[in-house]
């Protein structure tokens, strides 16, 4: 495949595969940073990841097999919490574009239920999550109030939990953080605030 | 008309939509989110967008119908209508529901129904553009050529 070197990066096709990818980096191990940072930019946001997780394992050290890279394809489960249709489908796409496992929950309550915190919870319907996002507006239970109960959980206060929100309001923003959220994001959301938080949760397991 | 103008003429319509107003990078965003594993993305939250706003536009009217006008409900169904538009990049549903909060503040209820006009307006605009633009794309798909990307330069 045809590249060029400049100094100490070298430029790839924009859609050159991630396994090709792979083999320049046995080749390149030195330059693997550097090639990471120019793909980086021109995948689509699911081979990002998967490339993420195949450097962090060491593949520009000179090998990684593809066995590993199905090894490494473990999706983290997210908890979308919000009462808007758009915002939900919305902010499932973009988790699922991160390579995220995605459950939506249109309110508080429901989103409780799923994580066995609430009156309905059935036997044996637990499932396990590794992080929340819900929104800070929603009838009922805000998600301000959702984080309290989460955060009162001995089983589930070390799951991360993001809050989103239309509005810029400092306060409201700090008492969230006060009470233990991760990051608060504005909305409407966008790949770049999707892909901040991939990085938080990868940080967070590792 | 051949692939190739048509392609033309769906970029010069789109970028009028933003130029104008009626889209924003939001817009974007949602495009970028379309691949060949979720090819309509696009058109599913639009159509979504669509039915949530038709019934939001409809529950305002009435709710602003009432002898007695409870701010709080109108107020939460323009909060929803806001952030479904500004999700979308429907700018100026999303300002003209700016607008509209304001008014329900102050429970201004002359202020309020003119503001209901607006959104209506700039809402019925903005579906028509949208599926002017959409049915421009589904005629190059069945052409047999593919949705040219916008670079805007903001």
Known sequence: ?206 | MEVGQMQRRLVDYTKSLFMEGFLDAQFLQLQQLQDESNPDFVVEVVSLFFDDSEKLLNDLTMALDQPSVDFKKVDAHVHQLKGSSSSIGAQRVKNACIAFRSFCEEQNIDATLRCLQQVKQEYYLVKNKLETMLRLEQQIVAAGGSIPMIELGF
């Open chain 1, 1 to 206: 495949m045809a590249h060029s070197v400049l100094s100490d990066w070298i430029y790839l096709p924009a859609q050159t595969p991630p396994s090709l990818l792979l083999n320049y980096f046995s080749f390149f191990p030195l330059k693997s940073n550097q090639i990471f940072l120019i793909s980086f930019l021109t995948f689509s946001p699911s081979k990002q990841s998967l490339l993420y997780k195949m450097l962090s394992c060491g593949a520009g050290s000179g090998g990684c097999s593809k066995d590993m890279a199905v090894e490494l394809g473990d999706e983290p489960h997210v908890l979308a919490v919000d009462d808007n249709l758009i915002d939900r489908k919305l902010v499932e796409r973009l988790l699922k574009n991160s390579s995220c496992k995605v459950t939506t929950a249109e309110n508080a309550l429901r989103a409780l239920d799923y994580l066995g915190l609430g009156n309905d919870t059935l036997e044996g319907t637990v499932s396990e999550v590794n992080m929340i996002i819900t929104d800070y507006c929603m009838p009922g239970m805000t998600g301000y109030e959702l984080l309290k109960k989460i955060k009162e959980s001995s089983v589930l206060k070390e799951v991360p939990v993001v809050i989103m929100s239309s509005e810029n309001i400092p306060t409201r923003i700090s008492q969230c953080l006060e009470e233990g959220a991760k990051m608060f994001m504005l909305k409407p959301l966008k790949q770049s605030d999707v892909k901040q938080l991939k990085w938080h949760l990868m940080k967070c397991r590792n």
